[in-house]
């Protein structure tokens, strides 16, 4: 049995996400877990950048695909 696991993420579901994400998504993509994904956007360490939107945070798809080192098109 195989115990590696595989990244369901590939570029072209990231950019099929659409502009913008949820900070757990984009967590998932980056390999952060949903608690530590939100306590870094609270603390302002998230490693994309992330947009206010009333209480809630989302997460610009190409930032992400930037951070990744991925052209964005």
Avoid: C, H
């Amino acid at each position: 049995m195989n115990s590696t696991i595989e990244n369901p993420w590939t570029v072209e579901a990231v950019r099929a996400l659409g502009l913008t994400t949820d900070v757990e998504t984009a967590g998932a993509i980056l390999g952060i877990g949903r608690s530590k994904a939100y306590a870094l956007a609270k603390r302002g360490q998230f490693p994309a950048r992330l947009l206010r939107v009333g209480r809630s945070y989302v997460v610009p798809v190409p930032g992400i695909l930037e951070l990744l080192g991925v052209p964005v098109v």
